[in-house]
Structures are given as C-alpha cells and as structure tokens.
C-alpha cells in the first residue's frame, strides 16, 4: 500500500501562490496515476488535476485550467500542483490520490485507492 502526504497548504491572498506537494511512500509513483482532489465546507469533493503514467498526459478541472499544474519528480517520489492566480474559490482541503494506471485519467474519486489527509489551502480576498 502506498502512502502519501500532502504538505504546502496555507493561507494566500487572492492572486496569490502556492505549491503543494505530495510525498509517497512504501511504492513508487511512477506506478500509478496520480491526482489531485480538493473538497470545500459543505461541497463535494471535486476532481482538480491528474497525471496519467503511461502516456504523459494530465488532465485539468475547466475551473483551474491556466492557473494550476500538476507535475511529478519520480527521483524525489513526488507529485506537485502548482496553483497560481489562486482565488477565493479554490479555498478547500487539497487531498492527492493515487490510482491504477491507465491511459485514461480518471476524474471520479472512487477510482483512486489511496489518499492523503489532505492540507488546508485558504485563499483571502
């Protein structure tokens, strides 16, 4: 079972940055596809970005495409997410998830297997 843990999460101004990261353990990444989930006070929990391993590829939410990356550093065994331009709607606990891999990046959280607890992204206007 792999395990990870988020780390980065804080409190921003509107407009503002941060990096999260996601450190794994007990397996490599490079095994899996990996995302990120991110779940506000009193909503569901929402697909925001994911990085298939076999081919490369990564997927975005439509509400953070051009302003989040998601990228990963295999020799660090890491997944990032790069979210610039942040607003008071990204506010919300950042989970990243691992999955099977698969060309297809998943968007459901049912389709991961393992999960973080999550830091704490706070963006003040």
């Known amino acids: 079972q792999v395990q990870l843990v988020e780390s980065g999460g804080g409190l921003v101004q509107t407009g503002g940055s941060l990096r999260l990261s996601c450190a794994a353990s007990g397996r490599t990444l490079s095994s899996y596809n990996m995302a990120w989930f991110r779940q506000a006070p009193g909503k569901e929990r929402e697909f925001v970005a994911g990085i298939g391993v076999i081919a490369g590829t990564t997927a975005y939410a439509n509400s953070v495409k051009g302003r989040f990356t998601i990228s990963t550093d295999n020799a660090k065994n890491t997944v990032y997410l790069q979210m610039n331009s942040l607003e008071s709607e990204d506010t919300a606990v950042y989970y990243c998830?691992?999955?099977?891999?698969?060309?297809?990046?998943?968007?459901?959280?049912?389709?991961?297997?393992?999960w973080g607890q999550g830091t704490q992204v706070t963006v003040s206007s």
């Open positions: 998830a691992a999955g099977a891999p698969q060309f297809v990046i998943r968007v459901v959280e049912t389709d991961y297997d393992y």
